[in-house]
């Protein structure tokens, strides 16, 4: 875990006091910048030591081979891995010929910051080698927001007291050698040296190289260009071979001159195009970076994010810790998000090989969500990449005897990757989750054009998978059996309630969006007979219930099952996965992650709220987080059902999963779908934001920890702000044409355009708390402002 | 699929009349010796061509990689697979310098008999090699049932009109190259030649080698001796390598001349034992050999054989085809088992690689019975070794998170080897599985020591398991949720009946076991909460049951999954599992093979005459017999509720599934629960034999198809022999000193010991046939006796 001390709370900023070098690989998933195309991780500029050297492009993968001791029909015989393109960041530095290793030497000091108005990751070191030459270094990285392929280093070097011989080594190095992975170490041998080289081109201080993967065919440029400023007896050399460019500053340098070395970095890839195309995008881009140059750069960062933060940002006010982390999330967010353009957002972004640099469901549910209303361009690229994909689903869909379209559970060409199906190929709220956030996304921008082009395919063949993959049952009605939901320790089970709701909407919202594009449905062939089967399997879709209980079983015959044994677990136990088998998790009782309740925030209209809360208890009780995709959800439904301090324990926890490493794995890549539920617990939680059945509808109401929250959403092309403090939330609809409906606790109101609203908060309620799992109870924070102790309290509002 | 001119319907052989490449795999299954501990694929003598040279020893096999692309917790990370060991039985033969290979020249005749009475497989050919050289070829091959560890060969080679040469190499090959096996080629690599060299010696006419396995450390010893006739200028020459021993036996054959060479190979195998150790008992069963001689060895074996056809024969009258088969069938069983000896009995005995050599749950509900009833001894053996294996279960229980023993789905050693765990571990039915194969021998035999050694620690165990798998539930009573049942296309459901109402068995076993044997359960530490305990579970066992439809689901909710789309398939979707994705298999009313019927067999009280009509009928529709062991249990429930003729097709179908090679697959080894069913469906389907409860029941009933039928069983030490003929049914207890009480159609009788007693059959039931899914009616016969017609006939008995 990462302690609060060595990253000082700060609102706006990212910063590391101390380099701990058990913590370097996590530090670098933190740090990692960028833009949704191009990512590079917070390697240090020197690149040794590390935890896991990374550069990607999205999209650019290998393919491994997948084995199985026992294999099945339609099991996917080749994986995809996120391959680490040439590294192009990598500027070693030589002291009086001693290489610069904060390993060695005396570190007098040691801090990296990441400016989340700027975009700029700033490092500043001095460091004293054991010959006692002692050096002050500065740098800063950026990728850029505003130039897709490009990114830029500038660093600097300067003696403390006594001069100093420094040699600079700014190198491109490909096939770069890796820590060697955990996993099967056949798979894994099918990733090393994933590159061979095909071209490279060298001129002045530029180099370019073109290679292409071995197995899946891509072909990746990547190129370096540099400015150097120094004194004048500087010498440069410029080196290129297949696999390695190196370009080397010599300078001798008095106390009082520096040498300042600007290195900038371009990157492109294809599937199709050739070795000289490829070539020479990589030489255009650098060139228009020399172009623009590092300032340049820089300000065009600045402005960008000026203009994110302006419609994106959350004011938490009373919780600064809770501050910074949700800024920092809606800045990873961004990052893997903002020039992704009709490529996936993978569940680690680009800062890590986690999950082979997958994408899956919580892409849509958990960051579509946030960006649908914050940075709607990015969402509804998002989905135009999963439209892309729908030859590959049909496919699939052929393939598992289907009809529609079945999107893969993890991929990241749009080709299925999972190699367990129970937990992958049954999983079929993926495509509820993608149909849900095209219609979401459709109805949110107001963009009539994505609503025709996009939702209404993507709503057609997902509608045409449920009812081929649901039947009729005379006494159950329509039943959806042998699937996944969203918790993973339950597995092909018979109508998941979240399966069968979110199934319904899909349906629902196909025959809205035939209605309104008759043409396109036409083109579709979609017939007033579908339309009325989607319709007949939406009303009578089979919701479980236990009458017994008075819960919703999660699936059938759920709550039914054993309870799960937690007093017989050792004390290292979580994540269960790894100490428990799965024909014991899936039997009993005990969930990785929010399941029913994610059902009851999605398709909230389809529970009572006494349903809510004694579901939300029962459900509580028997789930142990192991994913962190949970806590957002647990926070959104506790502060519905009025648990508002427990709310404000699971929003943090959350929102701290990477800046304080709580799940112990931030070194592989930060968890952005619990970014992005950072947002989703403040807006839809204490916010109350709910936009289901197409109506935008608050309930906010504030923990005792937050004195104030503020929030803007773009919908329908218009601004709106919600401020929330003081026992009122005022809306204020900052921009555009029309009036909106919105709801406040329940009582709908229209905002005109420039007009504001405010609305008073209603009386607190705070249940006694609910019990989880044994010692699964929220992670505290040191020093947190929630009050630990069950009690009730009424605040005049 | 082999056709039966090439195989003449005989009542005690079976014989090859002309040989067909592509079947020759098949015909090695077909003519593997074996006697349990030794086993020989019908290779030709010399070697080439072949399907799959094949020599193995009861539990030699070597360890390999299981590999997961999404590992889980308890998934074994090591395969056991049955190995070749050095092959002795080839002998090659040259011919005026041209290799004796049936596929050059010309081949005039080749006959192959395998005689069931002498145990002895004799060839003869009658061949001319392209030179014109033409030879007259006899060899006999046995594998000792009364020496375990000796094979011996006889071949004699004459010249038909002229003088040839004959060199004859008999050799003993180890690591012999194999056809590339068509599996993962990474786990195909840890099995390619699998042993070390450690030892060879020479003396005169034998050598023996000894070599050990790379992973699983098992050290095998094998030796050849000869003994050899021919004309006086005849030569030997005696060679031996790490890897193969070689004696040349060197001769000029005029017409009238022969050379008559006999082989005698010796084989043992420790895990413990040292090199001279392994050595000297190899070299000691040549020498015992050789003084026993060829002509002893074959009488020994026509004694064995004799005893047990006296004791095991089943006679059929009016289906000569179905007797050859039940004959062949009981023949590879005692192959199978014989001189097990505390190891395993297969799944394919010693007859091929298929399964990897594992044993499954269908020895113990298949094989057991009958060899309980007529080779008591090698069933007490079987039970033996899993009780030797107890420890690995109760250690896999404890992985499991379980108490007692949890048995694996398929092992060599008793450690779990199943990688697809939804259809492996989750089968627990393997446990109720043993535990009542042991009760059934225990109370069979009479054998005290057995109960009380082996059944009770079974029982308890087992029981132990199931009572912490299960749990009490306030509405449905005593719950087993999430597990496998027989029918491989479902898989990880709640409350499987088979698994219920075994489970059940197993319980009250285990409680009646307690109480007879008090000191050995308290040495088990039971204690009377404990019995207590099982009782509970056993009386409040949940048994779903459907009520609108009137049958009992398969597994709760089966009866509500959505018909599988038979319609939807291609010409060649069968076997299902290949063509369609358990995904699809799992959520639909699919069976592989007969799971809810097998419940009606094996727990036939716990079923009305109603219930038993009703379901089967339900089934029979859903039924595709995927699985050879489905048809066996089919044939029992038809017979029982009125399907005559279907179940004769059924026991034909079972019986000549290598025969006729009908699941193509004969050649990877024999079918030997399909084989144990043939007799499970002449005996107890249309013996009507049922001991549940513990008592000897019979129900006899002859299809149109028969005429006659008559088995023996070995009850409690004695013989009774049950022949159905004309309108009654003869029960003659041919010996022992108690009487036996039995029951005739639901009528008890008791039977002194020689005496007979006659009854008379009930008038013959005939309901019209059922339907089973489109294609999959059971394989006719060509020239079947049984009526094609749907006809409801009354016989009077």
């Known amino acids: 875990m990462i302690r609060q001390d060595a990253y000082p709370v700060d609102p706006w900023c990212v910063r590391e006091t101390r380099l701990d070098l058990d913590l370097l690989a996590a530090a670098e998933s933190l740090f990692a910048l960028s833009n949704g195309h191009l990512g590079l991780r917070g390697n240090l500029d020197e690149g040794e030591p590390h935890g896991l050297p990374g550069t990607y492009l999205n999209s650019v993968h290998e393919q491994r081979r997948l084995p199985y001791a026992e294999a099945g029909y339609g099991y996917p015989e080749s994986g995809q891995s996120v391959v680490n393109v040439p590294n192009g ?44 030459a002692a050096i002050r270094l500065r740098s800063e990285r950026l990728v850029s927001l505003t130039q897709r392929a490009i990114a830029a280093v500038r660093l600097s070097v300067e003696p403390v007291d006594r001069t100093v011989q420094v040699v600079l080594q700014s190198e491109l190095v490909a096939n770069e050698q890796l820590p060697p992975a955990s996993e099967d170490p056949r798979a894994a041998a099918d990733l090393e040296a994933p590159f061979v080289p095909e071209d490279l081109l060298r001129s002045e201080m530029a180099v370019t190289l073109v290679h292409s993967t071995k197995r899946s065919g891509l072909r990746v440029g990547s190129g370096i260009d540099h400015e150097v400023e120094g004194p004048d007896d500087l010498s440069t050399k410029v080196e290129a071979f297949p696999d390695l460019a190196r ?30 195309a490829v070539r020479d995008q990589v030489a255009a881009a650098l060139t228009a970076a020399r172009h623009h140059g590092w300032d340049a750069l820089c300000a065009q960062q600045a402005t960008a994010l000026a203009e994110f933060w302006a419609g994106a940002d959350v004011q938490v006010d009373g919780d600064e810790e809770l501050q910074q982390a949700v800024r920092f999330a809606l800045f990873q967010i961004l990052q893997a998000s903002a020039r992704a353009e009709r490529r996936p957002i993978a569940a680690k972004g ?28 990015a969402a509804a690229d998002a989905l135009r990449w999963r439209l892309d994909t729908l030859p590959m689903a049909q496919e699939r869909a052929q393939v598992l005897g289907l009809r529609g379209a079945a999107f893969p559970w993890r991929t990241i060409t749009g080709a299925e990757c999972s190699a367990y199906w129970p937990a992958g190929t049954a999983a079929f709220h993926i495509n509820s989750a993608i149909a849900m956030a095209a219609d979401r996304q459709a109805w949110a921008s107001g963009d009539e054009q994505f609503d025709r082009e996009v939702a209404v395919p993507l709503l057609v063949e997902t509608a045409r998978l449920w009812v081929s993959l649901g039947h009729h049952d005379a006494k159950d ?22 399966t069968n709701l979110t199934a319904r909407q899909n349906l629902r919202a196909a025959v809205r969006a035939c209605g309104h594009w008759p043409e396109q449905a036409a083109a579709l062939n979609v017939g007033d007979d579908e339309i009325a089967a989607w319709s007949s399997a ?9 009458d017994q209980l008075g819960v919703h079983p999660q699936a059938e015959a759920f709550t039914r099952h054993a309870e799960f044994d937690f007093d017989g677990l050792g004390p290292d136990a979580y994540p269960l996965m790894l100490s428990v088998p799965y024909v014991q998790l899936y039997r009993t009782q005990v969930l990785k992650q929010a399941d029913l309740v994610l059902a009851m925030h999605l398709c909230g209209d389809e529970f009572t709220p006494e349903q ?19 806590a957002a959800t647990q926070a959104v439904l506790a502060a519905e059902v009025g648990h508002l301090d427990l709310a404000l324990d699971y929003t943090a926890e959350s929102a701290l999963v990477d800046l304080r490493d709580l799940a112990s794995n931030t070194a592989n890549g930060l968890h952005l779908a619990a970014m992005a539920g950072t947002w989703i617990a403040l807006v839809a939680g204490f916010g109350g934001l709910r936009d289901h059945g197409r109506s935008l509808r608050f309930a906010p109401q504030l923990p005792r920890g937050l004195t104030g929250l503020g929030f803007a959403l773009v919908h329908q092309g218009a601004r709106l702000q919600v401020a929330i403090a003081d026992g009122e939330a005022t809306y204020t609809l900052e921009s555009g044409q029309v009036a909106l409906t919105l709801a406040h606790h329940g009582e709908e ?12 908060l209603p009386e607190r309620r705070q249940l006694p708390p ?28």
């Open 770 to 797: 609910p019990e989880q799992p044994p010692g699964r109870a929220p992670t505290r924070r040191v020093g947190a402002a929630a009050p630990q102790c069950p009690v009730t309290e009424n605040t005049a509002s």
């Open 477 to 498: 009605g329509f039943r959806i059996d042998g699937v996944t939901g969203p918790d993973e320790y339950s597995a092909v089970a018979d109508n998941n309630v979240y």
């Open 749 to 760: 109101f229209t905002l005109e355009p420039k007009t504001s609203a405010s609305k008073p």
């Open 89 to 132: 960041k990598l500027i070693r530095i030589l002291v009086d010929d001693e290489p610069f290793d904060i390993r060695y030497g005396d570190l007098h000091s040691h801090t990296r910051t990441l400016d989340l108005r700027t975009g700029i990751l700033t490092r500043e070191a001095e460091w004293c080698a054991p010959s006692g």
């Open 247 to 276: 370009i080397t500053v010599t300078t001798e340098l008095e106390p009082g001159e520096s040498v300042c070395l600007t290195k900038y970095l371009a990157y492109g890839w294809s599937s199709r195009r050739t070795v000289p």
């Open 612 to 630: 809510k809360r004694s579901n939300f208890e029962y459900y509580e009780r028997r789930t142990v987080r192991d994913s962190s995709l949970s």
């Open 538 to 546: 939406a009303d009578l879709m089979t919701v479980p219930w236990d």
């Open 350 to 377: 680009l800062t890590g090989t986690g999950y082979d640099g997958h994408t899956f469901w919580d892409t849509e549910v958990f960051v579509l969500p946030m960006l649908t209303y914050t940075v709607p361009h």
